[in-house]
């Protein structure tokens, strides 16, 4: 069982039953958390919460309501679409290639925006990666993945350094969220993140420490602009 | 290095109006706006369609570098831009006047999305204003009031 810490969130018998079924055990200290579930506005958690070191899971409450298997990401091993490599382009050619690649992908009956927030999550992420690979001095590609699925689009970029720490990157976008400002730093200072996370329905984080890192990000195709606005975001550290 | 964000200038009398095209990245040259020797600028960002984290920083670090003693207006926001007014202290200079922004309207009837130019004095207490398409249909608004809106809240 994951030990689950319910922000804000007044568990029911019917809401415990259901966590139970997912493996999920009720827990009131964050700091012995593995899971946080959360209620609405993601900004609202990151604002309020210090402790990320244990954690795998954030979860909205809204996928209990939509789904039942809401515990379970989108399973990013058995991936398979359209691939792009960089080595060392300005983000100007990143930028060009993503949204090249991005507008060949989408479906027709989307809303016109969506193809923007792909692009966008596409453009950070890659970004991060070959801002890492430039400071660190190493000379491998970074891997981009855009896979259509049924109901959903996901973004995956991979690299094969597996220096990602996710402590680190909790409390990056807290800051981010909190200050509401951009910093200088060399390998970034969260805001990245907190708009990629504004723009999906799940963030799903691998890392094999020293040997490779995959972000997948994956965004179900919203008919309406409101309607994608009022998601709200789960995380998930494999 | 190349770059997607364009920038035209005109200037009429005391003032400089730019018209920024593109994508606003850690590539842009914001160094070519350089408004000496008016008292008013105009940013015209009608055609901007994309920033990222790092033209955020970028964006932020030029404003608060712009004299206080110009008078600095926002012309034609698009939603890209109004995202970011919503969440990043400092992208626009304080002071600065939003003259006008775009909002996302949907249209039921023909199933089609509409980028409304409005002013801020037409959103009165976060509400969306309505509009009609040409047969006077009501148009939805097509996003969240409380958020597309919440730069307006100290106005």
């Known amino acids: 069982m994951m030990r689950t810490f319910a922000y804000n969130i007044e568990v029911d018998d019917n809401l415990q039953e259901i966590l139970q079924k997912q493996g999920l055990l009720l827990e009131s200290e964050i700091a012995k958390s593995e899971c946080i579930l959360y209620k609405s506005g993601i900004d609202d958690l990151f604002k309020n919460i210090d402790e990320f070191q244990n954690i795998k899971k954030i979860i909205s409450i809204e996928k209990i309501k939509k789904n039942a298997e809401f515990s379970t990401p989108v399973n990013i091993d058995k991936l398979d679409g359209c691939v792009v490599h960089f080595l060392d382009e300005s983000v100007s050619e990143v930028s060009d290639k993503i949204k090249a690649e991005v507008s060949n992908f989408i479906d027709e009956g989307s809303f016109s925006d969506l193809g923007r927030y792909l692009s966008l999550v596409g453009i950070e992420l890659v970004q991060n990666a070959l801002i890492f690979k ?27 350094f597996g220096e990602l720490d996710m402590n680190i990157f909790f409390n990056k976008i807290k800051r981010a969220v909190i200050e509401k400002t951009p910093e200088y730093k060399k390998d970034g200072a969260g805001l990245g993140f907190s708009m990629i996370l504004q723009a999906v329905d799940e963030l799903i984080v691998k890392v094999e420490k020293g040997h490779k890192t995959k972000i997948c990000c994956m965004v179900n195709k919203y008919r309406r602009l409101k309607d994608y606005k009022s998601k709200s975001p789960s995380v998930y550290v494999l | 290095m190349s770059s997607n964000l364009k920038v035209d200038m005109e200037v009429e009398s005391s003032k400089a109006i730019y018209r920024l095209s593109g994508q606003i990245d850690e590539d842009a040259d914001l160094s070519q706006i350089n408004p000496e020797g008016v008292k008013e600028v105009i940013f015209d960002l009608d055609d901007v369609t994309l920033i990222n984290s790092c033209g955020i920083r970028d964006w932020v670090k030029f404003q608060s570098e712009l004299s206080d003693d110009l008078k600095i207006v926002y012309r034609k926001c698009p939603q890209v831009i109004v995202e970011q007014l919503n969440i990043i202290k400092g992208f626009i200079k304080d002071g600065g006047l939003i003259e006008s922004f775009y909002a996302p309207y949907y249209n039921e009837v023909t199933d089609e999305e509409v980028k409304l130019l409005i002013t801020p004095n037409e959103v009165v207490d976060s509400k969306a204003p309505e509009k009609k398409d040409s047969d006077g249909n009501i148009l939805e608004f097509d996003e969240i009031e409380l958020q597309y809106f919440n730069f307006l809240k100290d106005k």
């Open chain 1, 134 to 160: 430039k400071n660190n001095k190493r000379t491998e590609q970074i891997k981009l993945e855009l896979i259509k699925g049924e109901n959903n689009y996901q973004i995956c970029v991979e690299d094969p």
